[in-house]
């Protein structure tokens, strides 16, 4: 299916039963749904009984890519149950302070990411890496959330180790599955 947004149309793919909960995906600039994260993401997601929608965008580094991505999130049926976010798609955390989410390596270090992180009235779940710039960690200390911090993690979340990568995929994994049971 395709969107329509004042940037032009967006992709999206659709998982799952069409009458349950909706789970948004929202990607990164050059981290599609198909990466590791969003992938597993979604496959656990549709294990635990939600419809997921996900994103596939391609955002060209020029504007403001917080308008950028409020106009996509913005173009969505609602209501959504919850968003996954990574990266640029943390954008989005303004328009989904009331929406449970699990960020992935959120832009702490945008004043408008930070902000809409703190304001969030939904449970949420924080997942950064600790070799990440993206992680401020003054910034992380200051938000009530979840969060794991995954020590030397790039801001894919993976580690000079390959089989290091996979086991830090395997926590990533494992914490959203036990955030998303409580909610």
């Known amino acids: 299916m395709t969107f329509e947004t004042p940037f032009g149309p967006v992709r ?13 995906v929202l990607p990164g600039v050059d981290y599609t749904p198909a990466r590791p994260l969003l992938h597993f993401t979604r496959k656990l997601l549709v294990r635990r ?41 943390t954008f989005a955390a303004a328009r989904m302070a009331d929406v449970p989410a699990v960020w992935l390596t959120p832009l702490l270090q945008f004043d408008p990411v930070a902000s809409a ?19 401020r960690a003054e910034v992380l200390e ?28 395997r926590q990533v994994v494992e914490r959203i599955d036990e955030f998303v049971g409580r909610l």
């Open 12 to 24: 999206a793919e659709r998982h799952g039963p069409n009458d349950a909960p909706t789970a948004l």
């Open 49 to 89: 009984g939600f419809a997921v929608l996900e994103l596939w965008w391609e955002f060209s580094r020029q504007g403001d890519p917080h308008q950028w991505v409020a106009a996509h999130v913005d173009a969505v049926p609602g209501p959504l149950a919850l968003v996954v976010g990574k990266s640029l798609g």
């Open 117 to 135: 992180l703190a304001d969030a009235r939904a449970p949420m779940l924080l997942v950064c890496g600790g070799a990440d710039e993206a992680t």
């Open 142 to 169: 200051r938000l009530s959330a979840e969060k794991l911090v995954i020590p030397g993690a790039d801001h894919s979340l993976e580690l000079d180790d390959p089989l290091a990568s996979l086991d830090a995929l």
